[in-house]
């Protein structure tokens, strides 16, 4: 069955510099893939969708990849600050599984002052 | 006002009771979910409900039992309640076709004692 991965350490960023995130799968590439942010206390929140044709989407301050060859998605954020700290997801958008999504456990990503 | 809500936000029960959480959509979407969050932070679906077609995780125990009265609502019933039954419940919505974000609820947290 289909594998998702994170790094489930914490990820501890200084402000102002770029955080990468590191999702991984095991089997067969996704349709889609898209990243989401939990707060604590709170439901996952969407942020980003990239396509398996798509290499790299942007928005604002946020960047996905996206290496089927790999069969891995880096999340970036530039310019970070203490307010992106959070639980970032990834989650596969499988056709073969009536388009539900699977997640990962996510990476808590703390950025310092 | 809130796209999907989810009533109550805590939810403290003794072993054996039977208890119901209820989530409202106000996006149009035709399809809602019922996700279990454990402690390790893992999303797991257990329900997806589109337009009276039920699609069940199989690991999911039949003590729960997702009730839809209408499109824009679906009730989790959760019967003779264990204390593995402790998690965090979430409730999302979508379009239901590929590649389309999902919306979730602000979380009940059940605690079974």
């Known amino acids: 069955s289909q594998k998702i991965e994170q790094n489930s350490e914490a990820l501890n960023i200084q402000e102002g510099k770029t955080a990468t995130l590191t999702c991984n799968y095991t089997?067969?590439?996704?349709?889609?893939l898209q990243w989401y942010r939990q707060d604590p206390g709170r439901g996952p929140v969407f942020l980003l969708l990239i396509r398996e044709n798509e290499k790299e989407k942007r928005k604002e301050r946020l960047k996905v990849t996206f290496d089927t060859t790999l069969k891995q998605s880096l999340f970036h954020i530039t310019a970070s600050q203490p307010a992106d700290s959070a639980t970032y997801l990834c989650a596969l958008d499988m056709i073969r599984s009536n388009y539900q999504l699977i997640w990962g456990a996510g990476t808590k990503l703390i950025i310092k002052p | 006002d809130t796209a999907v809500s989810q009533t109550p936000k805590y939810l403290v029960t003794q072993m054996g009771n039977d208890k119901s959480i209820k989530c409202e959509q106000n996006l149009g979407h035709d399809t809602m979910y019922w996700y279990k969050q454990d402690s390790k932070k893992f999303l797991k679906i257990m329900f997806s409900y589109n337009n009276k077609e039920l699609i069940i995780n199989e690991t999911v125990p039949n003590r729960f039992s997702p009730k839809s009265p209408d499109k824009a609502h679906l009730n989790l019933h959760i019967n003779s309640l264990e204390l593995g039954d402790s998690a965090v419940y979430f409730c999302?919505?979508?379009?239901?076709?590929?590649?389309?974000?999902?919306?979730f609820g602000q979380g009940t947290r059940l605690t079974v004692v």
């Open positions: 089997n067969y590439s996704p349709a889609y």
């Open positions: 999302a919505s979508s379009s239901g076709w590929e590649g389309t974000e999902a919306f």
